[in-house]
């Protein structure tokens, strides 16, 4: 049996106020290829398929318009779960609908514990594979609040809970072991001792949310979401993040997009990891001015190609007027597009901490005006940034009194 593992889809993602479906629909239409030419027979995609708990149209077109096609490909059963950024409500609208067409969807932690066990049959009803279908756990679902609880004792319920909802689910398939069939669960959480790709990490309760010595041996294999790259976890070969299918910022752009193939045979397995190819190209730009007029001159991208997308980061000593126009003039024939762009000013100076009894006697203006004193630039310079200053001053309160 052939399994493909994905994760973090983000349908819908709004980077920079672009959207994304271009990129979502070239990746889709490779995920759809790579399932039938790889005979795969099991999709799993451990949560975050959209962006938003409201994701926009476009997105929700995508994500249906993939489950049709899906039906003609190779794969005999999908398991969907849902993600911390998933609505389960929107997720589980159709889940009867979609059921009936070998398409498994748990948006959030079921009533009954059972529910989340899906077993997958073969055409002669003979069960072939176990799954904990295990979704994005969220506080509600593993911890009921104790009055007067400390901080410490709320984390350790949750991570308990969190524990304890996995070794419930693998009671409940202990039934299956004799079967001799792959017995898999699925997850989406940060596990301990994961490499976190800077901003990515979201937790319940502000911690690691399990460790890999938590997840019960039963389980063959663990599909595992929210870590957007893909990786194994600690020195485990069966617990695994996918990653997202795209880079998500431009803080992931060295990272190799993969999917997982696992192919078992009986309980053990093989795996494969195949790249994503690149849909869009994501570049970061950075050094000095010359550096970086000098890489954006350089830079070529097929005509043919997505319209690739730039930050910059300027290294500065000094303010650069009409920096940005200068930039985009660069690129303005080249089929790229600067969608975000940052000064760093390469002297650090040390602050001089205002004393707090100052603090209470001085308003906004004055406190600006003794941090500018630490930045390097003209006094011109510095009368524009205060009359910025005044101006968003002058917004705040109008809004207020709106």
């Keep these: ?48 398929i959209f962006d938003t708990m409201n994701p926009p149209n ?26 911390n950024h998933d609505s389960p409500t929107t997720l589980n609208a159709p889940r009867e609908l979609l059921k009936t067409k070998n398409i498994y969807v748990v948006g959030a932690a079921t009533e009954k514990l059972e529910e989340e066990i899906i077993t997958l049959k073969n055409k002669a009803g003979e069960i072939e594979a176990v799954v904990a279908a295990v979704p994005f756990l969220r506080d509600p679902d593993i911890r009921r609040s ?47 001792k994961a490499t976190d790709n800077k901003d990515s990490k979201i937790y319940i309760g502000n911690l690691e949310n399990i460790g890999v010595e938590d997840f019960p041996d039963v389980f063959d294999y663990v599909a595992l979401g929210h870590i957007h790259k893909a990786q194994r976890v600690y020195f485990t070969n069966h617990i695994r993040y996918s990653g997202s299918l ?48 000098a890489e954006l001159m350089a830079l070529e991208i097929d005509k043919n190609a997505l319209t690739a997308w730039v930050e910059v980061v300027v290294l ?3 303010m650069i007027p009409n920096l940005m126009e200068d930039l985009k003039a660069i690129v303005n024939n080249k089929n790229i597009q600067i969608l975000n762009f940052r000064l760093k000013n390469i002297i650090q100076k040390s602050l001089q901490p205002i004393e707090s009894q100052n603090l209470k006697t001085m308003n906004e203006l004055e ?36």
Aim: hydrophobic share 35%; charged share 30%; with cysteine.
């Design 316 to 318: 500065t000593e000094k």
């Design 246 to 293: 795209i880079p998500l910022g431009f803080k992931e752009i060295e990272d190799v997009k993969s999917v997982y193939l696992i192919d078992f045979k009986g309980r053990n397995f093989e795996k494969t990891t195949i790249d994503v190819p690149v849909s869009r190209r994501l570049i970061q730009v950075s050094g000095s001015y010359d550096e970086v007029t």
């Design 58 to 83: 476009y997105a929700r077109t995508l994500y249906y318009n993939f489950l049709n096609k899906l039906e003609k490909t190779h794969c005999r059963h999908t398991i969907i779960v849902g993600g």
């Design 367 to 402: 406190v600006f005006e003794k941090r500018l004193e630490n930045v390097d630039a003209t006094p011109t310079e510095k009368k524009e940034l205060t009359a910025t200053f005044k101006e968003l001053i002058n917004w705040i309160e109008e809004r207020d009194v709106e």
């Design 146 to 192: 104790v009055a007067g609880e400390l901080f410490e004792d709320r984390e350790n319920r949750i991570r308990t809970g969190i524990k304890n909802h996995y070794h419930q689910l693998a009671e409940n398939m202990l039934q299956y072991e004799d079967l001799g069939v792959p017995i898999i669960a699925t997850g989406h959480l940060f596990a301990s």
């Design 1 to 48: 049996m052939k399994i493909l593992h994905t994760s973090d889809w983000h349908l819908g993602q709004k980077f920079l106020n672009h959207n994304r479906f271009h990129e979502n629909e070239q990746t889709l239409n490779w995920l759809l290829q790579l399932i039938d030419e790889q005979q795969i027979d099991v999709l799993i995609i451990a949560g975050d």
